[in-house]
């Protein structure tokens, strides 16, 4: 046997097994070694979220047998409610895309028009359906499910960012999915895909993983408008590093090599969203399109939340549909909650900015038609429940369970009794 130092002859070498790690190794072996790695990673990355995304999982269940019984009881159709109202829009646009002119009645007001709708996700229920061949209202339910079970791993992880608690953070998730709006998560809706890049996107944020929570901010911008909230966090994340100060005493400010990258990434955050506006705008020809729509055709626009408070008032002083009361002490607890979150100092105020400013967005819009929609639209400021998640994370399993399945159980039927008794848009 030759020692170490002896050189080994050439017919030798060739009979020596090939290094598993070599450049010549099949591209198949290494892609299939590549996938079996990222598989152990996405399953040691998941693992400690999946109470959270049970749980997500079994409210949407809980909303589904809600809804059941309460289309049972009214004697109408169940599986079609749940692409019904918006997600008609969305299946409208998933199947037959935007229109290519507004059309506009003789009084010159516009009708309404399915360029009220970002694209992000009626585009991805198209890209289900081809790929699946299934119908735009099974490929939105799919869509809807995968991006939910996305959503909840991403406030779980968020959470855990935040507090460091494992069990806090679940239930941070199971709140959001047990809110008085969260029915529409099992319904052709888009608000859990926006949460997925939101929720992300804000643990981006705070991480200062500035490329991510550009693509993020991105990606929610041509899913809703509320992605504005998502840029507002960004940009209070750049600003603190712009006026922060390094160790020696010197302030970053806007040419430090340390905000170059965040400033870049706010600048371009607002793209997605105003991208789209803008296309609308080219469509109308007139650069307010969009909100000419909003206002003229689906009676939606910024008062300051007056019509807010006057609806509210209405129904706590007149008698009248009792789900309108429910509507309106859901707002109350909800603005509570804002308040009492942003109370915490020790969540990072990015976080709190994506709050306010989704609070801002539901609850200063007029509301005419569509006051019974604030728990929806108020549904991606998940982080307003933070400080209830730390409560009730030292209260007994029991009655933390206990109250949740009651959250999902009254989501189920705040919205069923919306589409199924009052007919009217969740």
């Known amino acids: 046997m030759p020692s170490p130092s002896t050189p080994v002859a050439p017919d030798a070498a060739a009979k020596l097994p090939a290094d598993p790690t070599s ?56 599986w079609s409610m749940v692409g019904s109202w918006d997600g008609k829009w969305f299946r409208d646009i998933a199947d037959f895309g935007y229109v290519d002119k507004l059309p506009v009645s003789p009084a010159g007001k516009p009708y309404w028009v399915n360029v009220e709708f970002f694209p992000g996700y009626p585009y991805l229920v198209r890209l289900v359906s081809n790929l699946t061949g299934l119908s735009s209202l099974n490929a939105g339910m799919l869509v809807t499910l995968v991006a939910g079970a996305v959503s909840a791993w991403g406030v779980y992880a968020l959470g855990r960012e935040l507090t460091g608690s494992h069990r806090t953070a679940t239930i941070f998730a199971l709140l959001w999915a047990a809110a008085p709006g969260s029915m529409v998560l099992t319904m052709v809706y888009s608000e859990a895909l926006f949460v997925a890049f939101a929720s992300w996107g804000l643990l981006a944020i705070i991480r200062r993983q500035w490329t991510r929570a550009l693509v993020l901010c991105l990606l929610a911008g041509l899913t809703r408008n509320t992605a504005f909230a998502v840029v507002a966090a960004l940009g209070v994340a750049t600003l603190q590093i712009v006026f922060s100060r390094r160790d ?57 939340g007056v019509s807010t408070v006057q609806w509210m008032h209405k129904y706590l002083t007149h008698l009248g549909r009792p789900i309108y009361v429910v509507c309106t002490f859901v707002i109350i607890l909800s603005v509570a909650l804002m308040v009492w979150s942003f109370r915490n100092r020790k969540v990072p105020l990015p976080i709190h900015i994506y709050g306010g400013v989704v609070m801002f967005l539901a609850l200063t819009t007029s509301n005419g038609w569509f006051f019974q929609s604030k728990p929806r639209f108020m549904l991606p400021a998940f982080t307003i429940s933070l400080p209830l998640a730390v409560l009730m994370a030292r209260w007994p399993r029991k009655v933390a369970g206990v109250l949740l399945v009651a959250g999902a159980v009254f989501s189920g039927w705040y919205v069923a009794y919306l589409v199924y008794v009052v007919d009217t848009n969740p």
Do not use: H, S
């Open 248 to 304: 020696d005493g010197t302030r970053v400010g806007l040419l430090g090599p340390e905000a170059r990258r965040p400033i870049v990434a706010t600048v371009l955050a607002p793209l997605g969203v105003v991208g789209f506006i803008v296309w609308v705008g080219v469509i109308g020809k007139r650069w307010d399109a969009w909100f000419w729509i909003q206002d003229k055709a689906f009676n939606l626009r910024f008062d300051f």
């Open 23 to 78: 450049r010549g190794t099949d591209p198949r072996e290494r892609l299939r070694r590549a996938a079996l790695a990222g598989g152990r990673r996405f399953r040691t990355a998941i693992r400690p979220a999946l109470p959270a995304i049970i749980g997500y999982l079994i409210a949407r269940a809980i909303n589904l047998v809600v809804l059941a019984l309460m289309a049972r009881a009214a004697n109408k159709p169940f």
